[in-house]
């Protein structure tokens, strides 16, 4: 029976693998297909200098072995933008003190913002958000006891966290609560906790635009009200 079993696992192992591959080859088709619609670039190559380079976001920070791969890039709607697959890794050790590696995918889209600013991170409010908050993270609370409730914001700059969350930009989250946004430097993203299929991300460059287009202009114009 031994036998067996070890030929099954190795079936079960390689089965899984070609699985795998396919699907992988399969999303590679989607995105490359969805660039040339879009007339955007596309790389299905492994980057961990893109990686590094946006180190700076929360999000992008975790674990090690960060790359990413299936890069989308070019003009979208008049903006610079950049989506890609994320891949970093942590690791743990079993009950019997076996060390084990947990790679961790998820889907990032980034714009280029034409002037620099200070950290700002919206996102759901949740678990993970008020355990934040009792280490010292606060967030910063608004008129609209709803949007409150609903997402944690934090910046060190809370009149610049209150210029980009105006009226019409918390109706807009409002109504797109699954959004996790975070500005930095000249950087605005869009994060997600897995990686979105292919059909999901043109939805979603036109949500990261129109979150870049609800920012008031004065921010960018250096009229006073504007952010440093």
Known sequence: MEPLFIVGVIVLIVVVAVASYLSAQKRRQAMLDLAARLGLRFDPQKDWGLAKQYAFLDKLRAGSNRYVFNTLSGRYRDQDVIVFDYHYETHSSDSKGHNQTHHHYFSCFTLRLPRVFPELVIGP?????????????????FESHEFSRK?????????????????????????????????DRDTLALTFNSRLDPAKIEPNLNRLVQFRTLMPEYLFSGFPGGTR
Do not use: H, W
Request: aromatic letters at 16%; glycine letters at 4%; charged letters at 30%.
């Open 125 to 141: 409010e949740g678990f993970f958000s008020k355990i934040a908050q009792a280490f010292g993270y606060d967030d910063i609370d």
């Open 151 to 183: 997402f944690c914001v934090r910046s060190p700059d809370k009149k610049f966290a209150y210029d980009v969350c105006n009226a019409r930009m918390m109706e807009y989250l409002l109504a797109n609560t699954d959004l996790t946004i975070e500005i």
